[in-house]
């Protein structure tokens, strides 16, 4: 594999014959290949790319590299070599993907695959592979974790442009960073070998706080509105929202295990999968609290993060990513998210039928 590189199209196009949603397979090498996590929009702004992750070969221990789809599946391009790429955080507003490697913090235009170095990190290795990076709605504040020759963990941030770095906080080690859309408040995990906390922070580094609420399963932003969304640790079976100072969380509809969930930008819908047992991925309308079955995964959800479907929403609600090793190997898919399927998901329209 090659940086910048051309590949032929993979695409394999399905339908599911429960929705009636054309399903499109962005990948279909022998190496696995991932979406970057439902906290985020991996999108461009428009709608006409992509970003995922793919293993350099068929390996255990292969490093994964970060390519560029076109939506209609007849693109790929290869973005990054690097081995130790890791805080991979997409910007859809101003169309750029983050990263650190080497110690250094980069990014890349989507469409012109232009990449530069923005700043210098406070470590050179990276606390975990792939992505748990965030950045603002504008873009214009990135945040990862590192660490340093001693093993110390820094949560930082980097002022895009600029490439000022503020060391916001020192542990063994830091998790799921997901900073608001406005960028005026940070989350994250501090993981210690006793276990985890969950903490929010001023982007400036003042007032640390331990998150409030800690039945979310997994959870991120919802939009502007100072709320989480998120699913509910076992034996809860909802979708919910949180704002730090509530009494309880909302729940917006109960009755599946709703497990992986990511809101569009508006704040208007959320997507999840399920499990326990696997019943689809469902989209819901928040205004409405109404459900709508998009496609069943056919994944067989186990340990490696490339079996769990992890969907999110583009940026136009055109299409709804996620992961499915239904052949074999762990590989990208997009549903498409018609209009017919969206006019009768907001007006109160729920698909009923059997699971197939």
């Not at 600029?162 to 995990?189: A, E, R, W």
């Not at 997994?218 to 704002?243: D, F, I, N, R």
Request: with cysteine; net charge negative.
């Amino acid at each position: 594999m090659l940086k910048n590189k051309i590949y032929d199209s993979e695409r394999a196009i399905l339908r599911d014959p429960r929705s009636g949603l054309r399903i499109i397979r962005l990948s279909h090498g022998p190496c696995i290949s991932m979406n970057m996590y439902f906290e985020m929009c991996s999108f461009t702004d428009d709608d006409s790319y992509v970003l995922f992750l793919s293993q350099r070969w068929a390996g255990r221990d292969a490093p994964f590299d970060l390519f560029r789809a076109r939506t209609d599946g007849m693109e790929l391009v290869q973005i990054t070599e690097y081995d130790d790429l890791s805080g991979i955080v997409v910007s859809p507003v101003t169309n750029r993907v983050f990263y650190f490697t080497g110690g250094d913090v980069r990014s890349c235009d989507i469409f012109s695959l232009k990449e530069e170095t923005l700043a210098r990190a406070p470590g050179s290795l990276p606390t975990r592979q792939g992505s748990l990076a965030s950045v603002d709605l504008k873009g214009e504040q990135y945040f990862a974790s590192c660490l340093d020759s001693k093993g110390v963990a820094s949560l930082f941030r980097v002022r895009v442009p600029g490439g000022k770095v503020d060391t916001l906080y020192q542990s063994q080690m830091q998790g799921h960073i997901h900073v608001n859309p406005p960028g005026d408040t940070l989350y994250f995990c501090d993981y210690k070998k006793s276990g985890g906390n969950n903490y929010l922070i001023d982007t400036d580094g003042k007032n640390i706080r331990r998150y409030p609420f800690e039945q979310f399963a997994h959870h991120s932003w919802l939009g502007e509105t100072g709320k989480m969304q998120g699913t509910l640790l076992p034996p809860g079976h909802a979708l919910v929202t949180y704002k730090e100072g509530d009494a309880s969380p909302e729940a917006l509809t109960e009755g599946r295990y709703y497990w992986h969930s990511g809101a569009s930008r508006d704040a208007q819908w959320i997507v999840s999968d399920t499990n326990w047992p696997q019943e689809g991925i469902f989209l819901l309308h928040i205004p409405s609290k109404t459900v709508s079955y998009v496609c069943n995964p056919r994944s067989v959800p186990s340990h490696p993060q490339w079996t769990h479907p992890h969907p999110s929403l583009s940026s136009r609600l055109k299409f709804v990513l996620f992961n499915s090793d239904m052949t074999g190997v762990g590989q990208v898919y997009l549903a498409e998210l018609s209009d017919e399927f969206l006019a009768q998901a907001q007006s109160g329209y729920e698909c009923r039928g059997e699971f197939l």
